[in-house]
């Protein structure tokens, strides 16, 4: 009875290994073929291309848009003072080396003044030292400030404007820069720091 059991035990088992043996190559291909199929789909689905954004759009299905192109502040461009961010200028209202922390543009007072890019005004304020001030923030750390301007603006906090809209006029009304007459002092920041406004602005007139 042992041997008969015994003779039983190992003929199954050569059975078995016979199976493997018969089919080896049937079950390596199967293997091969999850495998390599397993490494397509982590590929794809880490390139973006199984549930990725199509093309031009991000998350949620929107369009990406082109971001505007900065547009010169006022129509016909007569620069003044240019900036001098690390080094003294003469200013001849207050007859005194100092900085200047932006351009000027000159002109007669109601000269149209536009926003350099799109954004959203953050804040309005009327001053003593330099007449009406407008800040539009244009998203990406960017600033910018239109400073000498006339107490009648055309925008409000909140709005949201297009390059080119207008959002204000020259005056003659800033004691600061006084003997300048009618112009507009446009100051730029990014990421809080001061820039040369004409860094972002194209050359000549727009």
């Not at 493997?20 to 982590?42: D, H, K, P, Q, W």
């Not at 199984?50 to 006022?74: L, Q, S, Y």
């Not at 301007?149 to 800033?174: F, H, R």
């Amino acid at each position: 009875m042992k041997n008969r059991g015994s003779g039983k035990g190992a003929g199954g088992g050569n059975s078995r290994g016979g199976f493997f043996r018969r089919n080896l190559y049937a079950i390596m291909l199967g293997f091969s073929v999850v495998t390599i199929a397993t490494i397509v789909a982590v590929t794809l689905i880490l390139s973006g291309r199984i549930g990725g954004n199509g093309p031009g759009e991000t998350d949620g299905g929107h369009v990406d848009v082109p971001a505007a192109e900065f547009v010169m502040p006022v129509a016909n461009v007569n620069l003044g003072q240019t900036a001098a961010l690390n080094k003294l200028v003469w200013c001849r209202t207050l007859r005194q080396w100092r900085t200047h922390d932006g351009v000027d543009f000159l002109g007669s007072a109601g000269t149209e003044v536009m926003a350099v890019m799109d954004g959203t005004v953050t804040a309005v304020q009327n001053t003593i030292m330099e007449g009406t001030v407008v800040t539009i923030n244009h998203g990406g750390g960017i600033v910018s400030e239109y400073r000498a301007l006339g107490a009648e603006v055309a925008v409000t906090i909140g709005k949201t404007v297009k390059a080119g809209d207008k959002i204000g006029a020259m005056a003659s009304g800033s004691l600061v820069n006084s003997a300048v007459g009618a112009h507009l002092h446009l100051r730029m920041t990014q990421g809080g720091a001061l820039v040369d406004p004409m860094e972002f602005l194209p050359s000549g007139d727009k």
